[in-house]
Structure formats: C-alpha cells, structure tokens
C-alpha cells in the first residue's frame, strides 16, 4: 500500500479533545476542554428556536450571511476603532479554528517561515505545518509570561513570512500590553512580515488588563489577518462561527480559500447569532464580571488548597505546577488526576515547545457549583497521587 502523507507525521490528535474523552471515561469533572457548563444568554436562545420555521436552511452566502457579516462589521468597527466593510473586510468561517488554517493558508507559503509565541494553543504549530510553512518559536518567559525583544527580534531575521499573536492568550492568560504589541508592530514593519491574530478571548479580560486589537496600531491594518469568533463571548462553542477581518485584498484571497475548505459557516446559527453581535455594551461588561467572579472563586480555591498556580489576565486557563509530585510525565498525571481525583486537566507540554512536564492547564468557564465540586475533589489530590519516587 502507498505510505501516508507525511505531513501528519510531527503531530497527534489534539490532546485538549483527547483530555475530554479521558474525562467522560472516569467521571471526572471536564475541566480540559475550554466549553461552558451553563447556557448561552437566552436572546440567542429563543432567536435560535425561531429559526427552525423560517427560510434559512439552505447555504448561505459562502464567505457569510449579509446581515450577519453587517452586524459583526459594526460591532467590530465600534472596538478596533475603524470602519469595517462587511462586504470586502469579512470571511466568516467555520469556527476561529477555520479562521486561524485559512488565515495561515492564505499568507504562507510551503517552505515559508512563521514565528509562534510558547506557549501556544496546540492548533498553531499543526496549522504551520498543515501549510507547509516551519514554525520558529518564541519563548513567553513566567510568571508575566512576557518575551524578550532580542530573541523575538532573532527570529524575525530569520525572514519569516507571519508571526501568530493570540491575544488574550490561551493557554496562559496573557493579555499583551500596549509597550509589548508596539515593539511587535515595529519588528513586524520593519521586516515586512504579516501578523496573525487570534483574539477569541477579546472580551474576557481581566482588571487592569486591556485588549488592545493589533490591527488597531499605527501601520498594521494593511499587514494584520484578525482571526475570532463568537465561541466563548456568547457561550456558543457548539455552534463553530468565526471569523476573519483584513484588507480587502488579503480577504478575498482567504475568501477562496474558505470556499474550498468548508463552503460555508451554517445559515441558521448566522441568523441566530445576529442577536448577540446586536448586544450593547452591558452585555459585555457583564460577561467580564462574571469570569472575573469565576477566576477570584478559583485561583482562592486553589490558594485555600496549596497548589501553585499562574494568575491569567484573560482568557479563562489556570496553569497549575505539578513539581511536588514528580513525574516525568504530565500527561500520565493527567490521566491519573482524571482517574483517582475526578478532574479532568490537560497537559502542559502539549502547549510548550520548551521541555516543559510540570504544568497542566485548568479552565474555569463553568458554573460556580461546578468549580466548587472539582475544588472539592481537588482537596483530596495529595491523598490520592502520591509523590514519584
């Protein structure tokens, strides 16, 4: 039989999903995979029943419904400070994981080079590779998890042809600050290189932390892909919109290749999710009241317990360190914790390109009895996973 291709080689399946899996097997409480517990607001909820009896279940626009993409441009026009032309500016996409591939596809080239910050999320380094592109990775250096300007500025002479930015970032909660972003935006000028942005967590942010949209920066509009989606500002994981946001130039060659990648987002949840993109600015200052809320109960759970732990600044991700137990390998903890302790977490060392087995990622986007009961469980961690010899 002829051999595979070779470029699935160098990667897994995507460990978060598998940790989800891992999860259902034991019982544990999923604390892996980044979804919600509790329901959409309830406006989505009820446009979305009516739906059902109106005409909108055959395909859509392909690079999006024209009410959807008006309403998005509008919204997103409001934050990044610019007009946006739902027409020509706007791909909407199966999900920000679409986004991100036709973002990566549609600037890069095989062979071509792409800076990815460590840690990251786990699809960057299987998207660069999907393309044919390499990675050249930065380290995000704890506690703040910030880079140092000479390293990023050695890979940026290794001409790269993009640089990913996810911002808020997952899995470290690292928001970036305005000095941090501008010394990007002027390595990024400087070299002629395309910036990638992933900012699904632009609404999850944390005092006295501000989002700034990269796009936004002097100069970087012409050379930005903003890549998002409504997955986690609405509590709609399921239902895989997203979207990118760039030049007219650069969104019609990600146009086509969103066309052959997927055809399109799905009409009805387009129509449906027109609602939340009309929601006012209370909608999103209570959406970060309320992870702030979640974030305080967990990180004061977790100090209550003794367990070491980052402090994100957006995002919804918790890094717990795993030394005191000794193992050589996070994801056997994992299993462990999922199997003994009933939580469900996922491996560090699936985010770092460093050699990094003594961190798991926690995530707290769940109802508050929920992280009570894997803060319950997490009581008896010591008890349950002995040390390593």
């Known amino acids: 039989m002829p051999e595979l291709s070779k470029r699935t080689a160098p990667f897994t399946d995507s460990v978060i999903r598998r940790m989800t899996r891992v999860s259902l097997q034991y019982g544990a409480v999923n604390l892996s995979q980044g979804f919600p517990d509790f329901d959409p607001p309830r406006a989505l909820l009820d446009r979305l029943a009516e739906t059902a009896n109106e005409n909108v279940h055959q395909y859509s626009i392909t690079w999006g419904a024209q009410n959807f993409r008006e309403a998005l441009a509008e919204k997103q026009s409001r ?50 590779i999907l393309s044919g592109a390499e990675p050249i990775y930065v380290p995000l250096y704890p506690p703040d998890f910030r880079f140092h300007p000479d390293e990023l500025e050695a890979a940026f002479r290794q001409h790269p042809k993009a640089l990913i930015l996810c911002n808020p970032s997952n899995p470290c909660g690292k928001v970036f600050t305005l000095e941090e972003l501008s010394l990007i935006a002027d390595m990024a000028e400087r070299y002629d290189v395309f910036v990638i942005t992933d900012e699904v967590y632009e609404h999850i942010v944390y005092e006295p932390n501000r989002h700034v949209y990269f796009a936004s920066l002097k ?117 462990d914790l999922a199997r003994e302790v009933g939580v469900g977490a996922v491996p560090g060392s699936s985010f770092f390109r460093e050699p990094v087995n003594h961190l798991i990622r926690l995530h707290f986007a769940k109802k508050n009895e929920t992280l009570f009961e894997a803060l319950n469980r997490l009581a008896d961690l010591r008890k349950k996973i002995k040390p390593q010899k």
């Open 79 to 128: 934050l990044m400070g610019r007009t946006v032309d739902p027409n020509s500016e706007v791909v909407v996409t199966c999900g920000s994981t679409e986004a991100m591939m036709a973002a990566m596809l549609t600037v890069a080239d095989p062979g071509d080079k792409v800076i990815v910050f460590s840690p990251f999320y786990e699809n960057y380094g299987a998207d660069t």
């Open 219 to 335: 100069g970087m509009w012409e050379r930005t892909v903003s890549c998002s989606s409504l997955s986690k500002t609405y509590s709609i994981t399921g239902w895989r919109l997203g979207y990118i946001i760039a030049p007219a130039h650069i969104a019609d060659a990600a146009k086509k290749v969103h066309d052959f990648l997927t055809v399109g987002a799905a009409a009805p949840l387009q129509e449906a999710a027109v609602t939340g993109l009309r929601f006012g600015d209370d909608y999103y200052k209570k959406l970060q009241n309320t992870y702030t809320e979640k974030r305080n109960l967990f990180l004061r759970g977790l100090d209550d317990l003794g367990l070491v732990h980052t402090e994100p600044q957006g995002a919804y991700y918790v890094l717990l360190d795993i030394s005191e137990f000794g193992y050589e390998s996070d994801l056997a903890f994992c299993e």
